[in-house]
């Protein structure tokens, strides 16, 4: 039997860090939220690590304490390793900010999107798990409803004031409305796996978040040290390269080991731990962030390679964009989609500034020897590394990166 009743002032789908983050914002200031997540917390989730400019959302979100003594592991910096093995200095991120800030950390996803969860719940926002979006119905370009099923099979027509997609890669609002775009030159895939007893660097260092060439420079490695003695490692290259004519995720990322001498030493030391985990095509972004009465936000609206680990920064900033756009759109009387969307000129000039980063990795950019040559842009970079992409003059340093490298041109967003 299907029920229909009206939801409250707003409805979140998803609830990883951009929509707890989202839902929680919300709640301070006096609505009435209910987040809708498909699955039961702890599940996994591959994005452990951070860029510091994450402190701020989550300082408004109240859990720095709980992260401050939590087990994850410390990160300081990034560094760079060439094919050849060469290793560039670590990107500390202190270097241009002396603040607590500076630090961040490497999470076990499952444990950190649980501890985000929990703490909207703490904020009044109504979490029901195991709760399926079966259907998003349009009329026009209006939300009718929502059509959920619940854990036990009940079906129901929710809606509210404001429906906001958080649904991750599923995108729902976004492939309903086909908006959702590929970029054309970052069709890339992973393959990755968890290994115990890896080697860490000491001290300082022993927390960074590596990033590692493959011969020929075909691909790259992440390496993210994560608590009890954990390391995720995973190699990242053109879907055509990765998965055509090879064989199972355990071949291929063995093959890519073979072709990065570095990685290579770096588990010699350890025994692997889990299964292998694969993912195709995850650079895209919609033509649109915002609605009457619908925003998107997170990997919902678009998700960039990760080599630069920007992913949770930008589901948190998006989420505390979109709070702060819904809030005042209820303070106003205007949930139009000029209103809800209006954080989306601002959030994509950085999130720009990144895909340009990301662009200069893969065509070859050598960073250290950029800012040996540029000093004056070392600052710049750092401030990229961070997730520092929203301030005045940040995108200076690629004027000076185009001498390399070919950049994409900066692409907008239409609100609505």
């Known amino acids: 039997m299907v029920a229909s009743c009206r939801g409250p002032d707003v409805i979140v789908m998803g609830g990883g860090p951009s929509g707890a983050t989202c839902a929680t914002l919300v709640a301070q200031r006096g609505h009435q939220v209910t987040l809708y997540e498909r699955e039961r917390f702890p599940r996994y989730h591959i994005g452990e690590s951070f860029m ?27 560094q760079f390793v060439s094919e050849t093995g060469q290793e560039s200095q670590p990107f500390y991120f202190f270097e241009i900010n002396p603040h607590e800030s500076s630090q961040t950390w490497q999470v076990l996803r499952s444990e950190f999107d649980e501890l985000l969860l929990n703490n ?16 998003v119905v349009f009329e026009g370009d209006r939300i009718r ?12 027509m929710v809606w509210a004031p404001v429906i906001v997609d958080a649904t991750g890669q599923s995108s729902l609002i976004a492939n309903r409305l086909k908006i959702r775009r590929p970029d054309p030159r970052l069709k890339k895939g992973a393959v990755w796996t968890y290994y115990q007893g890896a080697y860490r660097d000491p001290g300082l260092d022993e927390g960074a978040t590596l ?5 020929g420079k075909q691909g790259w490695f992440w390496y993210i040290p994560l608590h009890h003695d954990i390391v995720s490692v995973g190699v990242v290259s053109s879907i055509e390269y990765l998965f055509h004519n090879r064989g199972s995720h355990e071949q291929i990322f063995y093959e890519e080991v ?14 692997r731990v889990s299964g292998f985990f694969a993912t195709r095509d995850f650079s895209y972004k919609a033509t649109r962030c915002a609605g009457p009465g619908w925003v998107l936000i997170g990997d919902a609206f678009g998700f960039l390679d990760p080599i630069y680990s920007s992913g949770v920064f930008l589901a948190l900033k998006s989420g505390e964009l979109a709070a702060d756009a819904i809030v005042e759109g209820f303070e106003k009387g205007d949930l139009s989609g000029m209103q809800l969307g209006k954080w989306a000129p601002q959030f994509v000039r950085g999130m720009e500034a990144m895909r340009k ?10 960073f250290g020897r950029f800012v040996r040559e540029y000093p004056q842009y070392r600052r710049h970079i750092i401030d990229l590394l961070v997730g520092d992409l929203f301030k005045e003059g940040v995108e200076e340093v690629f004027e000076a990166m185009r001498r390399y490298v070919d950049l994409p041109e900066t692409e907008t967003v239409a609100i609505c």
């Open 145 to 156: 409803h929502l059509r959920i099923q619940h854990s036990d099979g009940r079906e129901e």
């Open 52 to 78: 510091p400019e994450t402190y701020w959302v989550l300082r408004r979100l109240g859990v720095l304490d709980q992260l401050k003594s939590s087990p994850f592991v410390k990160k300081f910096s990034v």
């Open 357 to 366: 980063l990301v662009y200069a990795f893969y065509e070859g950019f050598n």
């Open 211 to 215: 990033v590692l060439h493959v011969a």
């Open 258 to 271: 073979e072709r990065c001498p570095a990685v290579q030493r770096r588990l010699a030391c350890g025994r």
């Open 120 to 135: 909207a719940r703490k904020h009044g926002v109504q979490v029901h798990e195991g709760t399926r979006v079966m259907d």
